[in-house]
């Protein structure tokens, strides 16, 4: 059976929490007792007693008039966040490196069985004219097809068909090209 439980700030006023980081716990005095609550990932979970409950329960028990003390707890270390997870992190990754290469060199042997799109019948080819791009992404869209074309990912075309691309900024400020297929989908 779980409980629900919300701490105001009344409760909090008189209280000085001890947070233990490492163990992703906070031990809370509230009367004669200590409440444990945990963060995710902790490894005790049988030591709490509280569930932390999603952002919008605390916004639905606000709604109706609760008092929520509410708290954001983050490491002081000078970590390089750009970092971020990596894929050498998952262990089975690490155990069949040979499987997930570093860059791949080109496309994948041709198979027993060949892929292929089926478009509803008496589809016409789809050309949509290019997105506006701004100089910075015309030269993106320059340097990604020309490196795409020699590693033989993607070679010229005079096919009747055709998609605008367009980019998003990544978090590390390079740009993802991103393909409209919309037109082409509703054919499939």
């Given amino acids: 059976m779980t409980n629900t439980s919300l701490l105001d700030a009344n409760t909090m006023e008189n ?22 609550i945990r963060g995710e990932g902790s490894n005790k979970r049988n030591e709490s007693r509280l569930n932390i409950i999603s952002c919008s329960k605390a916004q639905e028990y606000m709604s109706k008039g609760c008092h929520v003390f509410l708290a954001n707890i983050s490491s002081t270390k000078d970590e390089d966040k750009s970092k971020g997870k990596q894929l050498e992190d998952v262990s089975v990754v690490r155990e069949f490196l040979k499987v997930f290469p570093k860059d791949l060199s080109g496309i994948p042997p041709t198979r027993q069985v060949e892929f292929q799109i089926d478009l509803v019948p008496g589809a016409a080819p789809v050309a949509r004219a290019p997105y506006r791009l701004a100089p910075s992404e015309m030269k993106e869209l320059a340097d990604q097809l020309q490196e795409l074309t020699d590693k033989g990912f993607i070679r010229p075309s005079s096919s009747p068909w055709g998609a605008p691309v367009f980019f998003v900024k990544k978090k590390d400020v390079s740009f993802r090209m991103c393909i409209d297929y919309r037109e082409l989908n509703k054919l499939t």
């Fill in 15 to 36: 209280s000085i929490p001890n947070i233990a980081c490492a163990e992703k716990l906070m031990h809370i005095p509230f009367g004669n007792e200590i409440l444990t």
